[in-house]
Protein backbone atom coordinates (compact mmCIF):
# COMPACT_ATOMS: atom_id res chain seq x y z
CA UNK A 1 0.00 0.00 0.00
CA UNK A 2 1.23 3.62 -0.72
CA UNK A 3 2.46 5.23 2.29
CA UNK A 4 3.00 9.32 2.96
CA UNK A 5 6.15 9.73 0.56
CA UNK A 6 4.06 7.89 -2.41
CA UNK A 7 1.39 9.57 -1.79
CA UNK A 8 3.46 12.92 -1.18
CA UNK A 9 4.75 12.56 -4.85
CA UNK A 10 1.31 11.97 -6.35
CA UNK A 11 0.39 15.21 -4.31
CA UNK A 12 3.16 17.27 -6.04
CA UNK A 13 2.35 16.33 -9.31
CA UNK A 14 -1.40 17.14 -9.41
CA UNK A 15 -0.11 20.39 -7.54
CA UNK A 16 1.64 21.29 -10.61
CA UNK A 17 -0.84 19.73 -13.32
CA UNK A 18 -3.95 19.91 -12.46
CA UNK A 19 -3.90 22.92 -9.43
CA UNK A 20 -5.54 25.85 -11.13
CA UNK A 21 -7.30 24.57 -13.77
CA UNK A 22 -11.15 23.99 -14.31
CA UNK A 23 -12.97 20.60 -14.50
CA UNK A 24 -15.27 20.80 -17.46
CA UNK A 25 -16.87 17.16 -16.96
CA UNK A 26 -16.18 14.12 -14.86
CA UNK A 27 -16.81 10.51 -16.22
CA UNK A 28 -17.41 7.60 -13.59
CA UNK A 29 -16.86 4.39 -15.58
CA UNK A 30 -16.80 1.94 -12.34
CA UNK A 31 -19.27 2.64 -8.93
CA UNK A 32 -17.33 1.07 -6.99
CA UNK A 33 -14.30 3.93 -7.27
CA UNK A 34 -16.83 6.32 -5.53
CA UNK A 35 -18.73 3.90 -3.36
CA UNK A 36 -17.88 6.51 -0.44
CA UNK A 37 -19.35 9.29 -2.13
CA UNK A 38 -23.35 8.85 -0.94
CA UNK A 39 -25.29 10.45 -3.21
CA UNK A 40 -23.64 7.99 -6.35
CA UNK A 41 -22.07 8.30 -9.47
CA UNK A 42 -24.43 10.84 -11.13
CA UNK A 43 -24.20 13.42 -7.86
CA UNK A 44 -20.48 12.93 -7.84
CA UNK A 45 -19.74 14.00 -11.28
CA UNK A 46 -22.46 16.65 -11.32
CA UNK A 47 -20.62 18.02 -8.16
CA UNK A 48 -17.86 18.81 -10.10
CA UNK A 49 -18.40 19.87 -13.19
CA UNK A 50 -17.48 23.68 -13.80
CA UNK A 51 -15.55 23.40 -10.46
CA UNK A 52 -11.93 25.15 -10.43
CA UNK A 53 -9.22 23.14 -8.39
CA UNK A 54 -6.93 25.32 -6.01
CA UNK A 55 -4.51 23.19 -4.53
CA UNK A 56 -3.34 19.42 -3.94
CA UNK A 57 -3.33 18.85 -0.18
CA UNK A 58 -2.52 15.68 1.71
CA UNK A 59 -2.55 14.76 5.39
CA UNK A 60 -1.02 10.54 5.70
CA UNK A 61 -2.18 8.52 2.90
CA UNK A 62 -5.07 11.02 1.88
CA UNK A 63 -4.87 13.34 -0.57
CA UNK A 64 -7.64 16.15 -1.70
CA UNK A 65 -8.05 18.83 -4.13
CA UNK A 66 -9.67 21.79 -2.72
CA UNK A 67 -12.36 23.50 -5.03
CA UNK A 68 -13.67 26.91 -3.01
CA UNK A 69 -14.60 25.45 -0.08
CA UNK A 70 -15.14 22.12 -0.94
CA UNK A 71 -12.85 19.10 -1.42
CA UNK A 72 -12.17 15.91 -3.66
CA UNK A 73 -11.18 13.56 -1.46
CA UNK A 74 -8.99 10.34 -2.59
CA UNK A 75 -7.36 7.67 -0.92
CA UNK A 76 -5.21 5.26 -3.35
CA UNK A 77 -5.81 2.08 -1.53
CA UNK A 78 -3.66 -0.60 -2.82
CA UNK A 79 -3.19 0.07 -6.11
CA UNK A 80 -4.73 3.19 -7.27
CA UNK A 81 -3.06 6.10 -9.17
CA UNK A 82 -3.98 9.59 -10.48
CA UNK A 83 -2.13 9.63 -13.81
CA UNK A 84 -2.10 13.16 -15.80
CA UNK A 85 -2.06 12.99 -19.97
CA UNK A 86 -2.82 13.44 -23.17
CA UNK A 87 -6.77 13.39 -23.57
CA UNK A 88 -6.45 11.69 -27.08
CA UNK A 89 -4.36 8.35 -25.30
CA UNK A 90 -5.75 5.08 -25.05
CA UNK A 91 -8.29 4.34 -22.07
CA UNK A 92 -6.74 1.44 -19.89
CA UNK A 93 -9.18 -0.94 -18.55
CA UNK A 94 -8.34 -0.17 -14.83
CA UNK A 95 -9.49 3.55 -15.79
CA UNK A 96 -12.66 3.94 -12.93
CA UNK A 97 -12.70 8.13 -13.20
CA UNK A 98 -12.07 10.65 -16.26
CA UNK A 99 -11.72 14.52 -15.44
CA UNK A 100 -11.46 16.25 -18.71
CA UNK A 101 -10.22 20.50 -18.00
CA UNK A 102 -12.00 23.14 -19.97
CA UNK A 103 -8.44 24.11 -21.24
CA UNK A 104 -8.65 21.17 -23.50
CA UNK A 105 -5.06 20.29 -21.96
CA UNK A 106 -3.97 16.78 -20.28
CA UNK A 107 -6.76 14.97 -18.55
CA UNK A 108 -6.80 13.49 -15.00
CA UNK A 109 -7.47 9.70 -14.70
CA UNK A 110 -7.80 7.46 -11.58
CA UNK A 111 -6.83 4.20 -12.49
CA UNK A 112 -7.41 1.55 -9.67
CA UNK A 113 -7.06 -2.48 -10.38
CA UNK A 114 -7.45 -3.84 -7.61
CA UNK A 115 -10.63 -1.50 -6.77
CA UNK A 116 -9.52 -0.43 -3.17
CA UNK A 117 -9.36 2.84 -3.50
CA UNK A 118 -11.50 5.81 -3.94
CA UNK A 119 -12.91 9.05 -4.08
CA UNK A 120 -15.53 11.33 -3.04
CA UNK A 121 -16.56 15.23 -3.37
CA UNK A 122 -17.10 16.76 0.47
CA UNK A 123 -18.58 19.55 0.54
CA UNK A 124 -16.80 22.25 3.24
CA UNK A 125 -13.83 20.02 2.93
CA UNK A 126 -11.59 22.31 1.54
CA UNK A 127 -9.42 22.68 4.80
CA UNK A 128 -9.92 19.10 6.01
CA UNK A 129 -12.48 16.99 4.31
CA UNK A 130 -15.13 15.54 7.29
CA UNK A 131 -14.04 11.97 6.56
CA UNK A 132 -10.64 12.17 7.44
CA UNK A 133 -11.24 14.83 10.64
CA UNK A 134 -9.99 11.35 12.51
CA UNK A 135 -7.00 10.71 11.40
CA UNK A 136 -4.07 12.36 13.34
CA UNK A 137 -1.45 14.70 11.93
CA UNK A 138 1.32 12.91 9.91
CA UNK A 139 5.11 14.24 10.24
CA UNK A 140 5.12 16.65 7.65
CA UNK A 141 2.16 18.66 8.95
CA UNK A 142 2.82 22.42 11.61
CA UNK A 143 0.16 20.45 13.43
CA UNK A 144 2.73 17.07 14.37
CA UNK A 145 4.25 17.61 17.77
CA UNK A 146 6.95 15.08 18.19
CA UNK A 147 6.61 16.09 22.27
CA UNK A 148 2.67 14.87 21.83
CA UNK A 149 2.88 11.96 19.86
CA UNK A 150 5.66 10.65 22.06
CA UNK A 151 3.69 11.06 25.07
CA UNK A 152 0.47 9.00 23.85
CA UNK A 153 2.80 7.03 22.36
CA UNK A 154 4.38 5.78 25.62
CA UNK A 155 0.68 5.63 26.97
CA UNK A 156 -0.50 3.37 24.46
CA UNK A 157 0.58 0.07 26.15
CA UNK A 158 1.07 -1.76 22.67
CA UNK A 159 3.91 -2.83 20.73
CA UNK A 160 6.00 0.25 18.81
CA UNK A 161 5.12 -0.95 15.40
CA UNK A 162 1.58 -1.55 16.38
CA UNK A 163 1.38 2.21 17.25
CA UNK A 164 3.48 3.42 14.13
CA UNK A 165 0.94 2.19 12.18
CA UNK A 166 -2.09 3.67 13.93
CA UNK A 167 -3.42 6.44 11.88
CA UNK A 168 -5.01 7.82 14.96
CA UNK A 169 -1.65 8.49 16.64
CA UNK A 170 0.15 9.53 13.58
CA UNK A 171 -0.97 8.91 10.26
CA UNK A 172 1.19 8.31 6.53
CA UNK A 173 3.18 5.43 8.35
CA UNK A 174 2.69 1.42 7.00
CA UNK A 175 4.72 -1.30 7.19
CA UNK A 176 8.03 -0.48 4.60
CA UNK A 177 8.75 2.79 6.35
CA UNK A 178 7.46 1.86 9.81
CA UNK A 179 10.55 -1.22 9.36
CA UNK A 180 12.69 0.88 7.67
CA UNK A 181 12.43 3.57 10.84
CA UNK A 182 12.83 1.21 13.47
CA UNK A 183 15.84 -0.61 11.97
CA UNK A 184 17.57 2.94 12.07
CA UNK A 185 16.51 3.49 15.68
CA UNK A 186 17.75 0.18 16.88
CA UNK A 187 14.70 -0.73 18.25
CA UNK A 188 12.44 -4.20 17.85
CA UNK A 189 9.19 -3.67 16.34
CA UNK A 190 7.72 -5.80 19.50
CA UNK A 191 8.97 -3.38 22.12
CA UNK A 192 6.52 -2.52 24.77
CA UNK A 193 5.76 1.33 23.98
CA UNK A 194 5.79 2.48 28.26
CA UNK A 195 9.20 0.76 28.04
CA UNK A 196 10.84 3.89 25.28
CA UNK A 197 12.68 6.15 26.80
CA UNK A 198 12.08 9.80 25.42
CA UNK A 199 15.41 9.63 23.87
CA UNK A 200 14.54 6.47 22.18
CA UNK A 201 11.35 7.84 21.34
CA UNK A 202 12.48 11.22 20.04
CA UNK A 203 15.37 8.78 18.18
CA UNK A 204 12.11 6.69 16.16
CA UNK A 205 10.36 9.61 15.24
CA UNK A 206 13.48 11.66 14.00
CA UNK A 207 13.95 8.07 11.96
CA UNK A 208 10.44 7.81 10.49
CA UNK A 209 11.42 11.66 8.93
CA UNK A 210 14.44 10.93 7.97
CA UNK A 211 13.86 7.99 5.90
CA UNK A 212 10.44 9.41 4.46
CA UNK A 213 12.87 12.38 3.16
CA UNK A 214 15.12 10.30 1.38
CA UNK A 215 12.36 7.97 -0.34
CA UNK A 216 10.94 11.65 -1.43
CA UNK A 217 13.66 12.80 -2.77
CA UNK A 218 13.51 9.74 -5.08
CA UNK A 219 10.35 9.76 -5.64
CA UNK A 220 9.19 6.90 -3.07
CA UNK A 221 9.67 3.39 -2.96
CA UNK A 222 7.39 1.11 -5.75
CA UNK A 223 7.25 -2.62 -5.04
CA UNK A 224 5.05 -4.24 -7.74
CA UNK A 225 5.37 -1.09 -10.62
CA UNK A 226 1.88 0.03 -9.11
CA UNK A 227 3.46 3.37 -6.85
CA UNK A 228 3.70 5.71 -9.88
CA UNK A 229 3.66 9.58 -10.12
CA UNK A 230 1.27 11.10 -12.19
CA UNK A 231 3.26 10.84 -15.26
CA UNK A 232 3.36 7.13 -14.53
CA UNK A 233 6.87 6.84 -12.93
CA UNK A 234 8.23 4.44 -10.41
CA UNK A 235 10.52 5.93 -7.73
CA UNK A 236 13.33 4.03 -7.07
CA UNK A 237 13.68 4.04 -3.30
CA UNK A 238 13.15 0.46 -3.25
CA UNK A 239 16.95 -0.28 -3.54
CA UNK A 240 17.68 1.71 -0.77
CA UNK A 241 15.92 -0.52 1.85
CA UNK A 242 17.89 -1.51 4.81
CA UNK A 243 15.76 -4.12 6.04
CA UNK A 244 12.24 -4.52 4.57
CA UNK A 245 11.80 -7.30 2.17
CA UNK A 246 15.24 -8.25 2.57
CA UNK A 247 15.26 -11.59 4.83
CA UNK A 248 18.31 -13.41 5.00
CA UNK A 249 20.46 -10.77 2.97
CA UNK A 250 23.01 -8.80 5.53
CA UNK A 251 22.42 -5.83 7.43
CA UNK A 252 23.77 -3.06 5.91
CA UNK A 253 24.63 -2.18 9.74
CA UNK A 254 26.77 -4.97 10.88
CA UNK A 255 26.23 -7.78 8.19
CA UNK A 256 23.86 -9.65 10.47
CA UNK A 257 21.04 -11.45 8.23
CA UNK A 258 17.69 -10.07 8.60
CA UNK A 259 15.33 -11.52 9.85
CA UNK A 260 11.13 -12.17 8.68
CA UNK A 261 8.30 -12.33 11.06
CA UNK A 262 4.82 -13.07 10.88
CA UNK A 263 2.96 -9.50 12.01
CA UNK A 264 -0.67 -8.29 11.53
CA UNK A 265 -1.12 -10.66 8.25
CA UNK A 266 2.21 -9.05 6.83
CA UNK A 267 5.57 -9.11 7.69
CA UNK A 268 8.20 -7.54 10.00
CA UNK A 269 11.89 -7.09 8.67
CA UNK A 270 14.98 -6.49 11.58
CA UNK A 271 18.50 -6.99 12.01
CA UNK A 272 18.60 -9.79 15.09
CA UNK A 273 21.80 -8.07 16.19
CA UNK A 274 20.89 -4.33 15.66
CA UNK A 275 17.32 -4.54 17.38
CA UNK A 276 17.29 -6.72 19.97
CA UNK A 277 13.99 -8.67 20.96
CA UNK A 278 12.45 -7.54 24.13
CA UNK A 279 12.32 -9.67 27.34
CA UNK A 280 8.70 -8.91 26.94
CA UNK A 281 7.27 -8.32 23.81
CA UNK A 282 4.01 -6.74 22.69
CA UNK A 283 2.12 -7.77 19.51
ZN1 LIG B 1 22.52 -5.11 12.07
Not at 173 to 194: F, K, Q, S, V
Not at 198 to 220: F, I
Not at 232 to 244: C, I, K, M, N, Q
Request: charged share 25%; hydrophobic share 40%; aromatic share 8%.
Amino acid sequence: MPELPEVETVRRGLDLHVSGRTIEAVQVLHPRAVRRHPAGPADFEAALAGRSLDAARRRGKYLWLSAGEDGLLAHLGMSGQLLVGEPERPLSPHVRVVFAFKDGGPDLRFTDQRTFGHMCFVPGGAELPGPIAHIAPDPYEAAFDPGVVAARLRARRTGIKRALLDQTLVSGIGNIYADEALWRAGLHWARPTETLSKPEVSRLLAAVRDVMDEALAVGGTSFDALYVNVNGESGYFDRALAVYGREHLPCARCGTPVRRDAFMNRSSYTCPRCQPRPRRARY
